[in-house]
């Protein structure tokens, strides 16, 4: 399907993503990860990762255009990240997003970075449209998403301390497997018995919503613990058995939230979709309940400018240009 040709450029945190999208068919899209950078850090360092994107941008644009064999010219317009995100990377993206569309004549689009990640699914599943109940979960973010209709968002649950990939990420910090937490436990967890341990599941009596800050506390007590007793269980069992109370958590209150809104479709976006458990056990769900589930590619739930081009191939159908003035906003809210 064609569709407007977009740039897109994401930049809100520690991947510079640069994208071409034209319609839902992904023309290019392209990453420098800044990974290596922050894992001596144990986490992502504001100031550090602004002056990486600041570095990284110029050269991958230039690739997502080559790659996608488009010039600049062509371009219908440049959408960038405008939050929420860190200060200081937004604005790198976000300033030369803008100087680039002013340079071309071309409207500019200032995305929601979780807007984003709810067009995700777009880019490989062309039958996912509203209404939808989405799941987004991501290193800063945990929300149950009610999308009555593109632009239309209800947000129907979110966490109420830390998000699902802060939880992996802290917990595999605290385990030593390194930083990003979320892949460093899904490859840990491999061949592991997820019923080892049984950690809590946090806020039963709450449908939509999510606490995770309870788990760090309850597999630390357990390990130490369990080193005490000479009787640590094998790191495998461990790490299912955490990322099975999470996954858990985050299955049910999601299906909570397709049976109360009564949708018929669900998806998910965000880092901590690519987990393979998570995707299986939402698979399974949405089988058992014959609704049907648009997750996308791995590679298009952790960041990237193309799910930025496919919410601005929306924006810009509405006519949702940013004006020159504008400016990023760290502290965006999606609804
Ligand atoms: O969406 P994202 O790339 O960036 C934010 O917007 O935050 O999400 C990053 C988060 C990190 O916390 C990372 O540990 C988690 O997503 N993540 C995963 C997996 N891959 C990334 N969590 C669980 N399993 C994974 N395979
Ligand atoms: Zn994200």
């Avoid at 002056?51 to 959408?79: F, K, M």
């Avoid at 777009?122 to 945990?142: E, F, I, K, N, R």
């Avoid at 939230?257 to 399974?284: H, I, K, M, P, S």
């Amino acid at each position: 399907m064609s569709g407007p040709l977009i740039l897109g450029i994401e930049t809100s945190c520690d991947e510079t993503g640069v994208a071409v999208v034209e319609g839902s068919t992904v023309r290019s899209s392209v990453l420098a990860s800044q990974t290596d950078l922050h894992a001596r850090f144990g986490g992502v360092v504001p100031e550090v990762a602004a002056r990486a994107h600041v570095e990284a941008l110029r050269p991958l644009v230039h690739r997502a255009l080559t790659t996608a064999g488009v010039h600049s010219d062509q371009l219908d317009a440049v959408a960038a990240t405008q939050g929420p995100g860190l200060a200081g990377a937004l604005m790198v993206g976000f300033s030369f997003g803008k100087a680039l569309a002013w340079s071309l004549e071309k409207p500019f689009l200032g995305i929601d970075h979780m807007e984003g990640h709810l067009f995700a699914p777009l880019l490989d599943h062309g039958a996912y449209a509203p209404p939808a109940v989405v799941l987004l979960a991501s290193g800063g973010h945990s929300q149950i998403v009610h999308v009555h209709d593109w632009g239309r968002y209800e947000l129907m649950g979110a966490t109420i301390d830390d998000a699902a990939g802060e939880a992996f990420d802290k917990l595999a910090r605290f385990m030593g497997l390194g930083f990003p937490g979320g892949p460093a436990i899904d490859r840990a967890s491999d061949g592991g018995d997820p019923t080892a341990v049984r950690f809590p599941r946090a806020l039963p009596d709450r449908p939509y919503d999510f606490s995770f800050s309870g788990l760090k506390t309850s597999v630390v007590t357990f390990l130490e613990k369990a080193k005490a007793e000479k009787s640590v269980p094998p790191l495998a069992d461990v790490a299912a058995s955490l990322q099975e109370a999470i996954v858990d958590v985050l299955v049910t209150k999601t299906f909570n939230a397709v049976e109360a809104a009564e949708v018929t479709t669900v998806a998910g976006g965000g880092g901590v979709l690519a987990n393979r458990r998570l995707r299986a056990r939402l698979q399974e769900e949405a089988d058992r309940r014959g609704v049907a589930l648009y997750l996308p590619s791995p590679a298009l739930c952790t960041d990237n400018g193309a799910m930025i081009a496919s919410a601005g191939t929306f924006r810009l159908g509405r006519g949702d240009v940013a004006s020159w003035p504008a400016d990023v906003n760290p502290a965006l809210r999606l609804a």
